[in-house]
């Protein structure tokens, strides 16, 4: 199973002199992922061009990290 978060800033900013919110990616290019199983698979999903990697493993944050970010 693979759970996935992006996480989202919320701003405003003007547009043909209007003033709307808008929604961006927190990390552009990133999206986070806990992979139960096999991590490797994850590299065949669409739009997926590489793993944040440590040696020969995936690279992984603390679920408090990605809890602070929640926040």
Do not use: N
């Amino acid at each position: 199973m693979v759970t996935v978060y992006l996480p989202t800033i919320r701003y405003r900013r003007r547009r043909k002199g209007r003033r709307v919110e808008v929604l961006s990616p927190l990390f552009p290019g990133y999206l986070f992922t806990r992979i139960e199983l096999q991590w490797r698979g994850v590299r065949l999903c669409p739009g997926v061009i590489k793993l944040v990697m440590s040696g020969d493993e995936s690279s992984h944050l603390p679920d408090e990290v990605i809890a602070e970010i929640l926040d």
